[in-house]
């Protein structure tokens, strides 16, 4: 594509949300991924756009108190292509988002595919763009030529943590007469999670199969450290012994049947519980809830299946640790995400700093309505920081200490403080009011 009038390398959630919303606005995109030109990364599995290579949850979709139900709803007033395709591919998950990672990717791919101002060629781009308009968005599995190209260009190491991903188990391989369907306090319509209930010893049988269990080693990067909001299991196991009965493996708000009784009904609440979320649309497919691991797979299936109700469990995948890189973002970038050395370049996704899916789709999002804005001649202002969108661009662009930079999901904290006592239920709803009064008027900027 030789009349193209930017250049967006990675087709990932980010690559292809900025390429959506360039597209839109009329502009000639050229969008470049690797995958599919007989080059893949240790962590995707297909070379369709968008894979999520992690959970197949957006996590909350609440938008009244929920800073990332809030960044949901903002990125859908923007005509957000993930967010449509996430709506379009939904799976059961109660008050949370989850799609059919499947029909997810393949939505997305076949929209800018069909796109007329898009045209996606499979290539590995070892190098900065010397000129053009250029967005990188290539995610925390930069190839290493050009993660060494941008080095060279920013003139600083690339921060790195390491990353891990959650065992996929067959429905049919649940036993169901142990395993029961529940959401949690019982939301969604019942059938949203499959529960395995642990008991006390049981529960500590598996805590030490954590600690035994033999699990993959970090080679060259030792001294790499994790993100806390994926954190290997095993590592939580690791820091106490009820470490997981308070994380993801809490019984609370659900009720084992088998524990019926004339007292308790609906049963007990179990001393520990594993959860399963579906992972596609025609529910063939289960991912265990917050088990990110980094045990190796020999020992993950022998462990797994110690569990009640997965004895017999047959996974379509098993866990695995990989290695994200991101960039000293409030350090590098100006307000637009423009690399300040070479305004030329912007960057977008997971490689600025932000963590989770939702967020690097929202990154992307600016990305490619800011260069859309130049291109046009005209002017963007950033989004106000009340708003979910504001408050992530502005951590990421220089509300963070760049000496201490850490990849962060968008919360409340990043938004300025409600003033005055209020409940912390109550300033929640304030909070995600303020960023609607504050997003409405910016809109008609756009």
Same mark, same amino acid.
């Given at each position: 594509?030789?009349?193209?009038?930017?250049?967006?390398?990675?087709?990932?959630?980010?690559?292809?949300?900025?390429?959506?919303?360039?597209?839109?606005?009329?502009?000639?995109?050229?969008?470049?991924?690797?995958?599919?030109?007989?080059?893949?990364?240790?962590?995707?599995?297909?070379?369709?756009?968008?894979?999520?290579?992690?959970?197949?949850?957006?996590?909350?979709?609440?938008?009244?108190?929920? %800073?990332?139900?809030?960044?949901?709803?903002?990125?859908?007033?923007?005509?957000?292509?993930?967010?449509?395709?996430?709506?379009?591919?939904?799976?059961?998950?109660?008050?949370?988002?989850?799609?059919?990672?499947?029909?997810?990717?393949?939505?997305?791919?076949?929209?800018?595919?069909?796109?007329?101002?898009?045209?996606?060629?499979?290539?590995?781009?070892?190098?900065?763009?010397?000129?053009?308009?250029?967005?990188?968005?290539?995610?925390?599995?930069?190839?290493?030529?050009?993660?060494?190209?941008?080095?060279? %260009?920013?003139? !600083?190491?690339?921060?790195?943590?390491?990353?891990?991903?959650?065992?996929?188990?067959?429905?049919?391989?649940?036993?169901?007469?142990?395993?029961?369907?529940?959401?949690?306090?019982?939301?969604?319509?019942?059938?949203?999670?499959?529960?395995?209930?642990?008991?006390?010893?049981?529960?500590?049988?598996?805590?030490?199969?954590?600690?035994?269990?033999? !699990?993959?080693?970090?080679?060259?990067?030792?001294?790499?450290? @994790?993100? &806390?909001?994926?954190?290997?299991?095993?590592?939580? %196991?690791?820091?106490?012994?009820?470490?997981?009965?308070?994380?993801?493996?809490?019984?609370?708000?659900?009720?084992?049947?088998?524990?019926?009784?004339?007292?308790?009904?609906?049963?007990?609440?179990?001393?520990?519980?594993?959860?399963?979320?579906?992972?596609?649309?025609?529910?063939?497919?289960?991912?265990?809830?917050?088990?990110?691991?980094?045990?190796?797979?020999?020992?993950? #299936?022998?462990?797994?299946?110690?569990?009640?109700?997965?004895?017999?469990?047959?996974?379509?995948?098993?866990?695995?640790?990989?290695?994200?890189?991101?960039?000293?973002?409030?350090?590098?970038?100006?307000?637009?995400?423009?690399? !300040?050395?070479?305004?030329?370049?912007?960057?977008?996704?997971?490689?600025?700093?932000?963590?989770?899916?939702?967020?690097?789709?929202?990154?992307?999002?600016?990305?490619?309505?800011?260069?859309?804005?130049?291109?046009?001649?005209?002017?963007?202002?950033?989004?106000? #920081?009340?708003?979910?969108?504001?408050?992530?661009?502005?951590?990421?662009?220089?509300?963070?200490?760049?000496?201490?930079?850490?990849?962060?999901?968008?919360?409340?904290?990043?938004?300025?403080?409600?003033?005055?006592?209020?409940?912390? %239920?109550?300033?929640?709803?304030? @909070?995600?009011?303020?960023?609607?009064?504050?997003? &409405?008027?910016?809109?008609?900027?756009?």
């Amino acid at each position: 594509m030789s009349n193209h009038q930017i250049h967006i390398i990675g087709g990932g959630l980010a690559g292809s949300e900025a390429a959506w919303q360039l597209a839109q606005a009329g502009i000639r995109v050229k969008l470049s991924e690797m995958r599919g030109s007989g080059d893949m990364t240790p962590a995707h599995h297909t070379d369709g756009l968008a894979e999520l290579v992690c959970s197949n949850s957006f996590r909350s979709d609440d938008a009244n108190s929920n %800073a990332v139900g809030l960044l949901h709803q903002e990125m859908r007033a923007l005509g957000s292509i993930i967010m449509a395709q996430g709506d379009l591919h939904k799976v059961p998950a109660g008050s949370a988002l989850a799609v059919d990672r499947d029909g997810f990717s393949d939505g997305v791919t076949a929209a800018l595919a069909a796109h007329p101002n898009i045209t996606i060629v499979r290539e590995r781009v070892d190098q900065l763009p010397a000129e053009g308009l250029t967005i990188i968005a290539t995610g925390p599995l930069t190839a290493p030529g050009l993660a060494d190209s941008i080095g060279a %260009a920013t003139g !600083k190491d690339a921060l790195a943590f390491f990353d891990a991903i959650a065992p996929i188990v067959h429905r049919d391989s649940i036993d169901m007469d142990i395993a029961w369907f529940q959401s949690r306090w019982n939301k969604g319509d019942g059938h949203d999670y499959i529960n395995c209930a642990l008991s006390k010893d049981q529960y500590l049988a598996f805590h030490q199969g954590l600690l035994d269990g033999e !699990k993959a080693e970090f080679k060259q990067w030792e001294n790499v450290p @994790y993100f &806390e909001g994926c954190m290997p299991i095993e590592v939580m %196991a690791e820091r106490g012994v009820d470490t997981l009965r308070y994380g993801p493996m809490k019984g609370v708000g659900l009720d084992d049947p088998r524990t019926a009784s004339a007292e308790f009904p609906n049963g007990r609440w179990p001393y520990a519980c594993v959860q399963l979320r579906q992972d596609n649309a025609t529910g063939t497919l289960w991912n265990i809830v917050g088990f990110q691991t980094k045990l190796k797979h020999a020992a993950q #299936v022998a462990l797994f299946r110690t569990i009640p109700g997965l004895e017999n469990a047959e996974f379509a995948r098993l866990g695995g640790l990989h290695r994200n890189t991101f960039i000293r973002s409030p350090e590098l970038l100006d307000a637009t995400l423009r690399l !300040k050395s070479r305004p030329n370049i912007r960057f977008a996704g997971q490689i600025t700093g932000c963590e989770g899916y939702v967020e690097s789709s929202a990154i992307g999002l600016l990305a490619g309505r800011f260069a859309a804005a130049e291109i046009l001649g005209r002017t963007m202002a950033p989004p106000p #920081v009340e708003t979910a969108l504001g408050a992530l661009l502005g951590h990421i662009t220089g509300g963070a200490e760049a000496e201490t930079y850490q990849p962060m999901n968008v919360n409340f904290g990043l938004m300025p403080p409600i003033e005055g006592r209020t409940k912390k %239920a109550d300033r929640k709803l304030m @909070y995600t009011a303020r960023a609607r009064a504050a997003l &409405e008027p910016w809109l008609e900027t756009v």
